[in-house]
């Protein structure tokens, strides 16, 4: 079995893979101050509660956006069976079925690199992938299997989260569609500022990406595939088309083809 933790600035997805098969999968919260010892039991907990034996655990993999909790996963690594685990980084991306342009080597986000390869594992042409989690990511993967470029946005909770921490006397409100632009109340208001506003924020880069893709490659915007993933992912969708899929598991399937790839 293969033990996956993808260390993001809000969760830490834990998943169990028996050959190709997701097993199990569960969120932990991300907390920079909590030891290795401290997510181990924790994550021993859940083993036990589900009935898994961690004894059939073969590799872990490491995947991280918060580098200082990399060592807290490499202790909960070797707690499990005794060995180091295999973390995501630079010396491997030479395995990997995506190439990134040399300037981006050390800028790009494990989590954009597994968007990108799992796009292209999965279509094999090219795509533009919104990841909806802490930050709003797209990333772009050409017609030759590389990486063209990324945008990054705050994402919509991180976005709503501020508005509400820097302005004392608005809400908390739903992430929910208003059913005009035309707010009557300052839930409204907010609901259209934020879900309408992100609609237009979303469709625009991604009709400006297409149209330099297809400037800077050659690639017709007609045969780019659009996916969304992440927490939020389905959030607008019932206010625009602009996307031909939505996958919640897209990264860390990504995770789990770079593991495989990186394992060989």
């Known amino acids: 079995m293969l033990l996956i933790f993808d260390i993001g600035n809000t969760n830490v997805k834990v998943a169990l893979f028996e050959a190709d098969t997701l097993l199990q999968q569960w969120r932990l919260t991300t907390d ?3 030891t290795g010892d401290e997510y181990y039991a924790i994550i021993s907990t859940l083993f036990k509660d589900y009935n898994l034996d961690i004894k ?3 590799n872990v993999v490491v995947s991280s956006v918060v580098p200082q909790l990399i060592g807290a996963f490499v202790i909960v690594a070797q707690r499990f069976f005794n060995k180091e685990p295999l973390i995501i980084a630079t010396d491997m991306y030479h395995k990997l079925p995506v190439s990134i342009p040399p300037t981006a080597v050390y800028e790009i986000g494990t989590d954009l690199l597994c968007d ?16 909806f989690g802490t930050a709003l990511s797209f ?3 050409g017609d030759k299997a590389n990486i063209l470029g990324v945008a990054i946005a705050p994402g919509i909770r991180t976005a709503l989260k501020s508005l509400f921490s820097n302005t004392a006397q608005l809400p908390t409100v739903p992430l929910e569609i208003p059913s005009s632009s035309l707010g009557i109340d300052t839930t409204m208001s907010i609901q259209s500022g934020i879900m309408l506003g992100y609609k237009g924020l979303i ?21 780019i595939i659009t996916t969304a993933t992440g927490g939020l992912s389905n959030v607008l969708a019932p206010i625009t088309n602009i996307f031909d899929k939505y996958d919640k598991m897209h990264t860390l399937n990504g995770l789990y083809t770079i593991a495989k790839y990186a394992l060989k």
């Open 116 to 131: 990108a390869v799992q796009a292209w594992e999965t279509y094999h042409q090219p795509c533009i992938v919104v990841d």
């Open 139 to 141: 990333v772009s993967v």
């Open 56 to 58: 059939k655990i073969d």
């Open 32 to 34: 920079a101050n909590r």
């Open 203 to 223: 469709e625009g880069v991604i009709n400006q990406m297409k149209a330099d893709m297809q400037k800077q490659e050659n690639i017709k915007p007609e045969n």
